[in-house]
């Protein structure tokens, strides 16, 4: 059985995260996605590397504006994919500095998630109650908290 070497690159990518070598790992995902590009891959493969490559760059502290861009390209390619809006969200909330563009982005992706998606919506309420928290807007904030206290009280 013949693997494809953008599976063997992504494998290795998964190790050398796992290990917490986050610049291999980031040369691995980059491989895996000329690979994928060459051969006209899904989306949805192309999307899941660019999240990883994105994430191993914000990881490894080096690259983060291009880690948030990977990231941002990964979840316009599947915008309804809220697993990746939540990663997306908490990765700008972290590590990109407080600004109006950026808290609207993050809030718009946090909304989105809670319409949709109630896995993931007690992490998303979690995350907009730190949000509003940092713009001073504490009422609110303690809404969101409680909020999803009681959506993880429920599940």
């Known amino acids: ?64 504006d291009q880690g948030i861009m990977e990231m941002r390209e990964a979840n316009q390619l599947l915008p309804n994919n809220n697993d990746y809006s939540l990663k997306l969200a908490t990765a700008i909330f972290s590590n990109v500095a407080p600004s109006e563009a950026n808290d609207e982005q993050i809030m718009l992706l946090l909304d989105q998630i809670c319409m949709n998606d109630p896995k993931n919506c007690a992490e998303a309420l979690l995350l907009k109650g730190k949000l509003l928290h940092r713009q001073d807007n504490y009422k609110e904030s ?14």
Not at 1 to 16: A, C, E, F, N, P
């Open 142 to 155: 303690f809404s969101c908290f409680q909020a999803s206290i009681k959506l993880k009280e429920d599940t």
């Open 1 to 64: 059985m013949k693997t494809d070497r953008h599976v063997i690159s992504l494998l290795k990518g998964k190790i050398y995260d796992k290990k917490r070598h986050y610049t291999w790992a980031v040369e691995e995902y980059q491989c895996a996605l000329i690979l994928c590009n060459e051969k006209s891959l899904p989306v949805q493969i192309i999307a899941n590397l660019k999240m990883r490559l994105g994430w191993s760059r914000i990881r490894s502290k080096i690259q983060i």
